[in-house]
């Protein structure tokens, strides 16, 4: 089947779009003088869940083996690195970013070695970060709060 970008388009914006009990799956926040646009991870957990069968069957599973409770919450990763876009050859500093992802420790270490365990929660330039008094701290704690 060849690739469709309309397709694709549609998906995207249908994804956006989609109303959760956690809101959004895009949300904001201000930071500083500047507005973040950042992956809720609750919001976009339960529409991965209902868009992936897979994943909502490994969840399901691994709940059964280790139940979450609020006495006995799953642990969540957080994990950020910095990533540079476009051409590997000619890196282009302007575009390096913070990029920050969110799983769980129960997945395990077989699991979490995978790119596909990881959820994106959101990305920033390193400017901007640079801009910020407290750098990449004053991310994670605006955002982690």
């Known amino acids: 089947m060849p690739f469709d970008r309309k397709k694709l388009h549609k998906d995207m914006v249908e994804y956006l779009m989609l109303n959760t ?20 991870p609750f919001a976009s957990l339960q529409m991965l869940l209902h868009r992936a069968p897979a994943l909502d069957d490994f969840i399901w599973n691994l709940h059964q083996r280790f139940p979450s409770s609020p006495v006995r919450p799953w642990n969540i ?5 910095e990533a540079t876009s476009g051409n590997l050859l000619k890196q282009d500093p302007s575009k390096k970013s913070w990029v920050m992802y969110w799983s769980f420790a129960e997945f395990g270490p077989e699991v979490l070695c995978r790119v596909c365990a990881w959820f994106h929660m959101g990305m920033v330039r390193v400017r901007r970060v640079d801009e910020m008094a407290s750098g990449m701290t004053a991310v994670s704690y605006t955002h982690l709060t």
């Open 21 to 40: 009990p956690y809101g959004k799956p895009i949300q904001s926040m201000d930071l500083g003088d500047w507005r973040w646009h950042y992956v809720h």
């Open 77 to 81: 990763i957080w994990y950020t690195d």
